[in-house]
């Protein structure tokens, strides 16, 4: 499961103005099917005046909205079989991760966001195939490549926000800016407290797919495992490849111990099939029909 926040820049990557441009970049594929925390089939120009118009106290430079990108990876798509009601509700579960990382006691109505399931990806600059000429940009990748994007509000839901105002359950005077890009980590003093842990967050997206959808993970398909091997020390990276590799090990065993059972109990179960009595049959007895008598046989005769 790889949970991917891109960073602002150029062209879609910008933030501080309208998502009109990223919404309708993001219709290629199908038009509509938007979801967010309760609603199902949002079309695309009410997630673009939703998301434009809950903003309140931002420069103007400032990023109004984010995207956020669940990218599923094909073992586990196999397990849910890719099936859309349940990346929907797997979106929701890791939007409220989203929420609760920030540290500052929201949840997922606290947001304002819209999310959309696609199928196909293409090849982009980043892609090792591209950079070597193995394969052009923009070529269709091959295989499962479901994946969710979302667009999030920076500005916490100022609906929400105002009526927990008004009933005098917030006595702070602003609603929250939520930025999953900030430096700040879980800070305890100063202007911003909180922040967005981007490490902790993708290790809770991937404890919400296996406990959502009962996924035994082996060790190298996790995110400490990647990041590991990619940021870890030389003793790092060797002495978690030994840990997945007798892990590895143990699987084979118990799989090739089950595939040695399975022709055992097939065997039993034709013995106890072959030993088993054969139901009792009923035996109907046979009806005696009458003898017919001498005046019925003589009238017989006569005719």
């Known amino acids: 499961m790889v949970a991917k926040i891109p960073s602002s820049g150029k062209g879609l990557s910008q933030r501080t103005g309208s998502c009109a441009g990223l919404v309708e970049y993001l219709e290629k594929e ?77 949840e997922g109505r606290d947001l304002v966001y819209f999310a959309k399931v696609e199928h196909e990806r293409t090849t982009g600059p980043q892609d090792r195939a591209v950079q070597v000429g193995d394969v052009k940009r923009g070529q269709a990748k091959e295989g499962e490549q479901t994946h969710v994007h979302v667009l999030v509000s920076r ?24 930025s999953p890009l900030t430096n700040h980590k879980d800070t305890k003093r100063g202007v911003v407290v909180g922040g967005f842990e981007r490490k902790q967050y993708s290790e809770r997206v991937e404890q919400a797919f296996d406990q959502a959808f009962g996924y035994e993970r082996p060790l190298r398909e996790t995110f400490r495992y990647a ?69 019925r046989r003589s009238r017989g005769i006569g005719m």
């Not at 038009?31 to 079309?43: A, T």
């Open 30 to 106: 199908v038009q509509g099917q938007w979801f967010s925390l309760d609603r199902e089939d949002v079309p695309a120009a009410e997630v673009v005046a939703t998301l434009d118009r809950n903003k309140r106290n931002l420069n103007r430079d400032a990023d109004k909205y984010y995207q956020v990108i669940l990218a599923p990876s094909q073992a586990e798509l196999r397990h849910i079989g890719s099936d859309p009601e349940q990346l929907r509700a797997y979106t929701r579960a890791a939007m409220e991760q989203y929420a609760a990382n920030f540290g500052k006691g929201i």
């Open 155 to 178: 500005t916490e839901n100022l609906a929400r926000y105002t009526e927990r105002k008004q009933a005098g359950e917030l006595d702070r005077k602003n609603p929250y800016h939520l």
């Open 227 to 295: 990041h590991t091997m990619q940021h870890g020390t030389p003793e790092e990276c060797a002495a978690l490849r030994g840990q997945a590799l007798r892990e590895q090990q143990q699987r084979q065993a118990l799989q090739q111990a089950a595939e040695r059972r399975q022709p055992q109990r097939e065997e039993v179960k034709q013995r106890a099939v072959q030993v088993a009595p054969a139901p009792e049959q009923t035996v109907t007895p046979a009806v005696e029909r009458p003898t017919p008598g001498p005046e």
